[in-house]
């Protein structure tokens, strides 16, 4: 039986389980299922398949199809699974909306998961639109407000990190095009582009401890618990 894999999200401080199964394959043997039977899948391509157990249920997972290897994308926090929507697949990239609530606060996030390797990346501030290349080069639009005025900031992240390109009241937010390495969006009409270094830096993805939670970017309240 292989084991669930988990990635990491600041939202639920998904952790990662290296444990790959109970007992090693015999040489040769086809790896399990992915996924099983009688699932709900959500997404899928060649290489991945999002899915939960039955339509609606909060826990979400993902498998590579080549491996089997499973992941739970939203453990529990305190009894409560962030709700997990809007997944994409490029390759064996996976993108999703997350959100949460602490208190009286609705948070929103986004993250960008590489599921061969179970390292992922959070960009920040928080997108109201993304585009994810097929390396794992990553642009995004935020919202930003400036003396009640909203206007708009254009990042990238590859492999050079975090990059912030403009900012202005004159974006046009929906204009963002990531084309191979080539950004482009438009500025008071004008067209816009730049060169993202992808992928990103093994640096700027998060590496997922092995067989512990790491502490987490939020939520200090989750402080040293074992795996």
């Known amino acids: 039986m292989a084991a669930v894999w988990r990635i990491g999200s600041p939202a639920a401080l998904i952790a990662l389980y290296a444990a790959w199964a109970c007992a090693p394959n015999a040489a040769g043997a086809a790896p399990p299922a992915c996924p099983a039977r009688g699932v709900h899948v959500i997404v899928r391509n060649s290489r991945a398949v999002v899915y939960d157990r039955r339509a609606g ?21 305190d009894g409560q699974y962030d709700e997990l929507a809007s997944f994409r697949l490029s390759g064996a990239l996976l993108s999703f909306y997350g959100t949460y609530t602490e208190g009286a606060s609705y948070n929103r996030y986004v993250e960008i998961a590489d599921l061969r390797n179970g390292r992922y990346f959070v960009p920040q501030p928080v997108p109201s639109r993304f585009l994810v290349a097929g390396d794992g080069s990553v642009a995004w639009v935020s919202e930003a407000t400036v003396d009640n005025l909203r206007g708009y900031q254009i990042f990238t992240a590859g492999a050079g990190g975090t990059n912030l390109l403009d900012g202005s009241f004159d974006i046009d ?55």
Do not use: F
């Not at 290897?69 to 529990?76: G, K």
């Open 57 to 77: 249920a909060p826990a979400k997972y993902a498998c590579m199809r080549s491996t089997g290897r499973r992941y739970l994308l939203n453990p529990p926090l």
């Open 173 to 227: 937010p929906l204009s963002l095009a990531l084309l191979g390495h080539t950004v482009t969006w438009t500025d008071a009409g004008q067209a816009r582009q730049a060169h993202v270094l992808g992928p990103i830096a093994p640096g700027a993805a998060r590496p997922l401890a092995r067989g512990r939670r790491p502490e987490p970017p939020r939520r200090p309240r989750r402080r040293n618990l074992g795996g």
